[in-house]
């Protein structure tokens, strides 16, 4: 993939620092300026795919120089709707990576020992360490997304009584903000994707869970309560997209109606951003060579 196509897809859906980005602009089944590929008989699923497999090929490099030069970690935070395709996403794009570098987790309700301590306690825990790539499968942005359209779930978390209007909602993106800069001020690329799904799509994919026996397992009744909150939900990501979107954290609304171009957008933004870390394997000293020079003449005698 080239550096210009993968600065024109960071332009075409990076959000801005400071920015007041509105979903109802974003266009879910966008097609990801696969168009803008060289011109070709192809389909842009077809062309979708192919920058999946060149991402893909690229990231396996890129993650190889990453554990070797041991100065950088990449933290990806996938957020969106139920069915908006964030399982397969991770699948499909990190499926070249070695296993030994990247870690994935996905974050359930609290336990007692979570609500034990602050929102973003349990998160601090799984932050890749230099030389691996984390993801995460929903994330701490649960707290200003779910809490948020739920407010009765504050309770549970058994914070000191207050008022929970603007205020704590700022203070609450604030926090998110400073462990972010902290993160990213010590080494960790961080890349957050939005999968910005249609109502309409959604309503599709649900129904497909439904009416395909292989996909049953997949269907939750709580996915239709959740759907009730569609609204609320636009919203309450509205306000996390401009409250959070940093320069050292930015946001990337991936239009998610059509899955094979969210997929190849998002490896093409992670791989091409690792490649612009300008990442070199380790310089070998004279020291080094002479210690390489003496184990290959004790390997060549040992017959």
Request: charged share 25%.
């Amino acid at each position: 993939m080239s550096k210009q196509h993968h600065y024109r897809l960071i332009k075409r859906y990076q959000v801005p620092p400071g920015s007041r980005i509105r979903l109802g602009d974003r266009d879910p089944a966008d097609s990801g300026g696969m168009e803008l590929l060289p011109s070709g008989p192809e389909s842009v699923k077809a062309r979708a795919l192919e920058l999946l497999q060149t991402s893909r090929e690229e990231l396996a490099r890129a993650q190889e120089l990453l554990w070797a030069s041991d100065t950088h970690a990449v933290l990806v935070i996938v957020q969106g709707m139920d069915a908006s395709g964030k399982d397969g996403t991770i699948k499909h794009v990190m499926s070249g990576v070695s296993p030994q570098g990247c870690e994935v987790h996905s974050f359930s309700t609290p336990n007692e020992q979570e609500r034990d301590h602050s929102f973003l306690w349990r998160y601090g825990l799984h932050v890749p360490a230099r030389g691996r790539i984390g993801l995460f499968n929903r994330s701490y942005y649960e707290d200003v997304l779910i809490v948020k359209v739920h407010p009765e779930l504050l309770a549970a978390q058994r914070r000191p009584p207050g008022r929970r209007g603007a205020r704590f909602w700022r203070e609450r993106y604030q926090d998110i903000n400073a462990f972010e800069r902290h993160l990213a001020c010590n080494g960790t690329v961080i890349l957050k994707f939005f999968l910005n799904i249609s109502k309409a799509e959604q309503q599709r994919r649900l129904l497909q869970r439904i009416d395909t026996r292989d996909k049953h397992w997949k269907f939750s009744t709580a996915d239709l309560e959740e759907r009730r909150y569609w609204s609320q939900y636009m919203r309450a990501y509205q306000d996390m997209l401009r409250a959070t979107s940093t320069h050292w954290a930015p946001w990337h609304v991936i239009p998610a109606d059509h899955k094979h171009v969210a997929r190849a957008s998002i490896a093409a933004i992670l791989s091409g951003t690792i490649r612009s870390l300008g990442l070199k394997l380790p310089m070998v000293t004279p020291a080094d060579e002479r210690k390489l020079a003496l184990a290959r003449r004790r390997l060549l005698a040992d017959t």
